[in-house]
């Protein structure tokens, strides 16, 4: 059974400070890696899809990265700003459809 | 920029009514889900849905849940009876396709409230 972990749970950092967000999961055997933003009570915006077959993608200042083997994932965030600040969720696809979820990231970058 | 709609963005219900939540999912995609996000918790997925029907449910998804797409357009879950428990951040999402190098759209959310 699949099983997705974030860690940290809350990171905060200063302005211009590049970090890493770390997902964690247990069966290798996934099609895809997603990576979402959530803004408080908000839905769920889609930043990055990583296939099984890549190493990593990026989009902007954000750049994921995929390690099948190792079962990892990380999501780097280049230059932060505030507007940055946000829960990221990461989700596993085993090519069900199905996603599942870890428990999210909640970043503060202050100003 | 297609995206995924969910009404309404709200729901107050008393214990045991039934609710529907509804979703209009992007026009060209196939593949239909709902998920939950319980306040401080994760988002579970609920149940998958294409070519009319149930691909898969999780546990959480029991007799009192029902999904449906009664037009082109529309996807609802249907909460028979609710309980406190089921007060929750319902999403909605859809896929154009399953397996590899596919996303998925999520929606805004219906926050229900059971009281």
């Known amino acids: 059974k699949q099983e997705v972990t974030q860690i940290p749970a809350a990171l905060s950092v200063p302005e211009g400070e590049n970090l890493v967000l770390n997902c964690s999961f247990t069966d290798s055997a996934i099609y895809n890696l997603q990576w979402f933003r959530q803004d408080p009570g908000k839905g769920l915006t889609s930043l990055l899809l990583?296939?099984?077959?890549?190493r990593e993608q990026t989009s902007g200042r954000l750049n994921a990265s995929l390690d099948k083997s190792s079962g990892r994932s990380t999501l780097y965030i280049a230059a932060s700003q505030p507007g940055d600040s946000a829960t990221y969720l990461c989700?596993?696809?085993?090519?069900?459809?199905?996603?599942?979820f870890g428990q999210g990231t909640t970043l503060q970058v202050k100003p | 920029e297609p995206e995924v709609t969910q009404t309404p963005s709200h729901q107050v219900t008393q214990m045991g009514q039934e609710v529907i939540l509804r979703c209009v999912p992007i026009?060209?995609?196939?593949?239909f889900y709902w998920y939950r996000q319980i306040l401080g918790q994760k988002v579970e997925f609920l149940v998958s849905?294409?070519?009319?029907?149930?691909?898969?449910k999780s546990e959480i998804f029991d007799d009192q849940f029902s999904v449906e797409r009664p037009d082109g357009s529309n996807f609802t879950l249907k909460i028979r009876s609710t309980k406190l428990e089921d007060s929750a951040m319902y999403f909605c999402?859809?896929?154009?396709?399953?397996?590899?190098?596919?996303?998925?759209?999520f929606g805004q959310g219906t926050r229900l409230t059971v009281v």
């Open positions: 990583i296939q099984s077959s890549q």
């Open positions: 989700a596993a696809d085993s090519n069900t459809g199905k996603l599942i």
């Open positions: 026009s060209n995609h196939l593949y």
């Open positions: 999402a859809s896929s154009e396709d399953q397996g590899m190098n596919t996303e998925a759209f």
């Open positions: 849905f294409y070519n009319n029907e149930i691909s898969e």
